[in-house]
């Protein structure tokens, strides 16, 4: 059976709103990633509170790194969002754990995936033709 879905194309507007909305949340784990890769004492307190062994640090760090570097790249932006959306569902399993505020802590990742599949939404014709939107 072929699909009738045709690719949407994505206007300057769109297309730019969608760099944005994307660059926010791709800055915010970048400098996440790298701040666990820095093995700063706030890092380490982190892990300390939230029960996972500081050894688990260089590896997440690489992990977040790496999903934000697949998303960035407009060939591999949709890999890269599903996995950023699998690092963040995992963030927000561990603040339900622990006991966080529900809506900084707990909803703060899922406010995150919505920016990232937002902004690419806005940005990559694909995905618009994947989930139409109809009006």
């Known amino acids: 059976m072929r699909s009738t879905t045709q690719a949407v194309p994505v206007s300057k507007k769109n297309l730019w709103a969608g760099r944005v909305m994307s660059a926010l949340p791709a800055m915010m784990l970048l400098f996440s990633g790298i701040m666990k890769l820095t093995g700063m004492d706030a890092v380490l307190e982190g892990f300390a509170k939230l029960g996972y ?48 505020p529900f809506f900084s802590h707990v909803l703060g990742p899922f406010y995150l995936g919505v920016l990232v599949w937002g902004g690419l939404f806005l940005r990559e014709e694909r995905l618009r033709a994947l989930i139409p939107v109809r009006s």
């Open 53 to 100: 062994p500081t050894s688990l640090i260089l590896g997440i760090g690489i992990l977040e790194i790496a999903c934000v570097v697949l998303y960035v790249i407009p060939r591999t932006a949709v890999l890269g969002a599903i996995l950023v959306t699998g690092y963040l569902g995992g963030a927000v399993a561990t603040h339900v754990r622990v006991g966080d």
